[in-house]
């Protein structure tokens, strides 16, 4: 709607005579020559979130009016809170900044999640790269081969921030399900926690599918490790016989709870940046976004380093982040008892 918007007032401009289509263009391009764009990543380096930051890092800029210098920087923290805080509060509201943090933004700010200080309606969505769908996965030696495994027998998972799915997903599924993982916390980033499993410190660890196939591409194809479940309302296409927590629901409400928690696996590698950029810059960013996603060099280096590409746009994705923040109270509360037990 935004872009909408925008373009229909240069429209109306040029008819009136007022040059406004000469003038946009050039002022968007003087504001960002010579500039640089930070994409702040609200985790360690090597995790999925920082490869697909990157590889949007490498192209995005040759897309931007003035085509400015894009520069990655990691600020993890708080489960990825930190960078988003500082996004909201602190960063130039310019459009000189972009972002990504956990997808669970919004659910984590209705349920009044530790450490947030942002309203996640009030970013400015830019665009995602592809929905980032999570799962738990136990070493081969592991005696927990299965879901139905997971709920008879104790198991450990190397966890992260308290904030991260790679908690919050486990933390679901013991309160829902009943499973029995047990989290180990304190790994500084899905590497360094899938090396604990490699180590034998833990059996297994929640992360994303694009964080293992990046990591480890031969552990999936080599059964070395088990894969249990996915986080997501549909089956991926490379898991296609992994059963979706949904589906693992035994009832109506189970099964609507779980899919206001899945949502986020829907918002994926969203971008963003922060509270007022000018609506002009926020359209150019957007329209960058968007071109990048088209982009033949962008795809084949995603395609190079194992990276699934199935984009939304900003507007959308503003919308989808609205349908989170409108979730009913009864549904919020519901939501609550699955989410927030063990995660605060």
Do not use: C
């Amino acid at each position: 709607m935004m872009q909408l918007t925008v373009r229909a007032a240069i429209a109306f401009a040029a008819l009136a005579g007022l040059g406004a289509p000469v003038l946009a263009q050039p002022a968007i391009e003087q504001f960002y020559k010579g500039k640089s764009i930070d994409i702040i990543i609200g985790y360690p380096p090597a995790g999925s979130n920082d490869t697909y930051a990157r590889a949007l890092a490498r192209h995005i800029g040759k897309h931007i009016p003035g085509q400015p210098n894009v520069v990655p920087k990691n600020m993890p923290g708080a489960g990825s809170f930190l960078a988003v805080n500082h996004v909201y509060s602190v960063a130039p509201k310019d459009g000189t900044v972009l972002a990504i943090g956990a997808p669970t933004l919004a659910l984590d700010e209705r349920l009044g999640t530790a450490n947030v200080r942002f309203k996640t309606s009030e970013l400015n969505w830019v665009g995602r790269i592809d929905s980032l769908i999570n799962m738990v996965f136990m070493w081969h030696t592991s005696k927990v081969k299965t879901f139905a495994d997971a709920q008879k027998y104790e198991s450990t998972l190397s966890g992260t921030g308290a904030g991260s799915t790679v908690s919050i997903y486990p933390t679901v599924m013991n309160n829902v399900f009943g499973t029995k993982f047990k989290l180990i916390m304190g790994y500084k980033g899905s590497a360094e926690a899938q090396l604990a499993v490699m180590r034998g410190e833990v059996e297994g660890h929640s992360t994303s599918w694009t964080a293992v196939k990046v990591g480890h591409p031969d552990w999936w194809p080599k059964k070395t490790i088990s894969i249990l479940v996915q986080f997501s309302l549909t089956r991926h296409p490379e898991l296609p016989e992994i059963p979706t927590a949904v589906e693992l629901a035994r009832n109506d409400e189970e099964r609507q709870v779980l899919s206001a928690i899945m949502v986020a696996a829907e918002i994926g590698s969203a971008f963003f940046t922060a509270p007022g950029v000018p609506p002009e810059r926020l359209a150019a960013l957007r329209a960058a976004f968007d071109a990048t996603m088209k982009d033949p060099e962008f795809l084949a280096d995603a395609a190079k380093i194992k990276l699934t590409v199935g984009p939304m746009g900003g507007d959308a994705l503003q919308r989808l982040i609205g349908t989170v923040s409108g979730l009913s109270p009864e549904m919020l509360a519901k939501v609550r008892t699955a989410y927030v037990t063990g995660n605060q």
